[in-house]
């Protein structure tokens, strides 16, 4: 059965930054794009970056380029969401997705976390 956890969401001031975590069981991320999406009360869910090991990093979000980037640890089976220079409208729940590619669209995805909600206030 295929799991994914994430965690590292909070509270953080303007300007912050902040390190998701998306923790696999049941698959080896390695073999798998991992997409993160947000959702924002009110708001459709939308998609921030996938990461590849074929192809990188995709970026869908215009908002996270230059501030976001992403990582994979092989060994723990977990890839990683940076954030950095966080504005109160990166405020949302944030979840992991995996597929056999990177797509843009979140009905694409099989696999998905329970999300991690980020807070960006002061």
């Known amino acids: 059965q295929v799991h994914l956890v994430e965690s590292g969401g909070g509270l953080v001031q303007p300007g912050g930054s902040l390190r998701l975590s998306c923790a696999a069981s049941?698959?080896?991320?390695?073999?798998?794009?991992i997409a993160w999406f947000r959702q924002a009360p009110g708001k459709e869910r939308e998609g921030v970056l996938c990461?590849?090991?074929?192809?990188?990093?995709?970026y869908y979000a215009d908002s996270a380029k230059g501030r976001f980037t992403s990582s994979r640890d092989g060994a723990q089976n977990t890839v990683y969401l940076h954030m950095n220079t966080l504005k109160p409208e990166d405020t949302a729940a944030y979840y992991c997705?995996?597929?056999?590619?990177?797509?843009?669209?979140?009905?694409?995805?099989?696999?998905w976390g329970q999300g991690t909600q980020v807070t960006v206030s002061s």
């Open positions: 997705a995996a597929q056999w590619g990177c797509y843009k669209a979140a009905s694409e995805y099989e696999y």
């Open positions: 049941g698959l080896t991320l390695d073999d798998y794009a």
């Open positions: 990461i590849s090991v074929a192809d990188g990093i995709h």
